[in-house]
């Protein structure tokens, strides 16, 4: 084995995803999309009892950063951390606020309206 002691480079890690959810797919909590920003809200030095998984989230998550990129942040499946942000935002480590809402688009009506205006200027 070379590089890190958990790393076989024909197989890769060798501590399967599954394993650091506890054979979890997905967390009951929060949902968390894609574009979903996620805040720490403590110092990771505060608790014991995380994995070095969470901790690389938490500190990920001290700037401030959506879902996709702490995923591809700390090379993981989705899947994988979005588990892992739930447990996080259960025992309050890290703050999750859902996309902002979009406007609805003006009506048919309202934009040739406007079209009409413009024109008759």
Do not use: C, F
Not at 57 to 69: K, P, T
């Amino acid at each position: 084995m070379t590089g890190p002691q958990w790393m076989d480079e024909e197989a890769g890690p060798l501590v399967r995803p599954y394993a650091l959810t506890g054979g979890r797919a997905r967390h009951s909590g929060a949902r968390l999309d894609l574009i979903t920003m996620v805040t720490a809200t403590g110092s990771p030095t505060d608790v014991s009892g995380i994995g070095p998984e969470q901790r690389r989230i938490l500190e990920i998550a001290r700037r401030g950063a959506s879902v996709a990129d702490i995923a591809s942040d700390v090379d993981l499946p989705l899947g994988v951390v979005r588990v892992l942000i739930g447990d996080l935002h259960d025992l309050g480590l890290v703050d999750v606020r859902a996309p902002g809402k979009v406007a609805p688009l003006p009506s048919e009506r309202i934009l040739k309206e406007v079209i009409n205006g413009l024109r008759a200027l």
